[in-house]
């Protein structure tokens, strides 16, 4: 069974910085990707980044495009979100999301449908 533990939310002002883990167990072969996703109180889920483990390609939400970046270490099962500059509009619980059934690019990497196992999500705060 397939686990996915995110770690590393918390609380932050304005212009910080944090870097969210989600550590991945219980699988034997690598999933296809693996993404980050957000959902704010009222809000509906949204995708904001994701990577293909395989060629290591990112795709990025263009409201976090450039503050916001994706990364693994495959040594250890883990996929990293680094965030810089926070703003008070990043403040949601954050998700962990991997693809193992897929191959290949998705057509909508950022959208959940593409995505079939999840973490239980970190809180993100960013306070003004």
């Known amino acids: 069974q397939v686990q996915l533990v995110e770690s590393g939310g918390g609380s932050v002002q304005a212009g910080g910085s944090l870097r969210l883990s989600c550590a991945a167990s219980?699988?034997?072969?690598?999933?296809?990707?693996m993404g980050w996703f957000r959902q704010a109180p009222g809000k509906e889920l949204e995708g904001v980044a994701a990577?293909?483990?395989?060629?290591?390609?990112?795709v990025y939400a263009d409201s976090v495009k450039g503050r916001f970046t994706i990364s693994q270490n495959n040594a250890k099962n883990t996929v990293y979100l680094q965030m810089n500059t926070l703003k008070p509009e990043d403040t949601a619980m954050y998700f962990c999301?991997?693809?193992?059934?897929?191959?290949?690019?998705?057509?909508?990497?950022?959208?959940?449908?593409?995505?079939?196992?999840w973490g239980q999500g970190t809180q993100v705060t960013v306070s003004s």
């Open positions: 999301a991997a693809d193992f059934l897929g191959v290949g690019h998705h057509i909508h990497p950022l959208g959940p449908d593409e995505y079939n196992y």
């Open positions: 219980g699988y034997t072969y690598r999933s296809n990707c």
């Open positions: 990577i293909y483990t395989g060629g290591g390609s990112t």
